[in-house]
């Protein structure tokens, strides 16, 4: 079981009950940050002390105050930390349950666990912490279809970003222009159309309002 652990969370609220849950596993070497840049800190200077930490937990969002931050999410740090420290065992603890967002998260980043804040998080937080010490990855049931190998869930940035841009009711043209504008690829107007048609079909969406909705409904935007 883990040892030293540091929680990332700007609530204190969340940070006591995540405390909490600790101290059940018998984990009572713990660390509290309240910003990204904080814990990033905290957890170089544990390394360079020869006592690190064991296990991060975080949050995703944080809220902007007066302090100028460099690392603004809990998926900023974990792809930090993960880069600098890859043998950290990371788990998110997150009001997130969206699926393409949880499997950046665990397939780009290396989070080993991602546990959703709701009625039975307190629970999964704690099978999570057990799972993540026996080297398993730990995916909340709202969102464990998140590594799903199905052909619904094997979507890149670019589809996400032009259904985005579609459920915000832009047309093909407007889409088309403002892809050209920030470099994306492919971003001609037939393109477009193609990749739209196809994702029609992969999806079986009778038309692209019926494409959004079920987008939507997976989690996926």
């Known amino acids: 079981m883990f040892k030293k652990v540091l929680?990332?969370?700007?609530?204190?609220?969340?940070s006591e009950g995540v405390l909490s849950i600790l101290n059940q596993n018998d984990i009572t070497n713990v660390v509290q940050a309240q910003y990204c840049d904080e814990a990033h800190l905290k957890v170089k200077r544990a390394?360079?002390?020869a006592e690190p930490f064991d296990l991060l937990i975080t949050d995703l969002s944080f809220k902007q105050d007066y302090q100028n931050?460099?690392?603004?999410?809990g998926e900023d740090l974990a792809a930090v930390l993960k880069d600098e420290f890859p043998e950290l065992p990371i788990i998110v603890y997150s009001m997130e349950d969206r699926l393409q967002k949880v499997r950046t998260l665990?397939?780009?980043h290396g989070v080993n666990g991602y546990v959703c804040k709701s009625?039975?998080?307190a629970l999964e937080l704690s099978q999570a912490i057990k799972q993540v010490a026996n080297q398993n990855i730990f995916l909340s049931p709202q969102v464990e279809n998140a590594l799903n190998q199905n052909n619904e869930l094997e979507i890149d940035d670019y589809d996400i970003e032009l259904i985005k841009q579609l459920s915000m009711g832009f047309s093909q043209g407007e889409i088309s222009q403002l892809f050209k504008s920030k470099k994306m690829v492919p971003s001609s107007l037939s393109?477009?159309?193609?990749?739209i048609n196809k994702l029609k079909d992969v999806f079986k969406a009778n038309n692209t309002i019926h494409l959004v909705a079920?987008?939507?409904d997976l989690g996926l935007i």
Do not use: A, F, M, Y
Not at 191 to 195: A, L, Q
């Open 7 to 14: 929680i990332v969370d700007d609530h204190d609220v969340v």
């Open 47 to 49: 390394v360079l002390d």
């Open 69 to 73: 931050t460099t690392l603004e999410s």
């Open 106 to 108: 665990i397939n780009t």
């Open 119 to 121: 009625r039975k998080g």
């Open 191 to 195: 393109s477009i159309e193609k990749r």
């Open 214 to 216: 079920i987008l939507k």
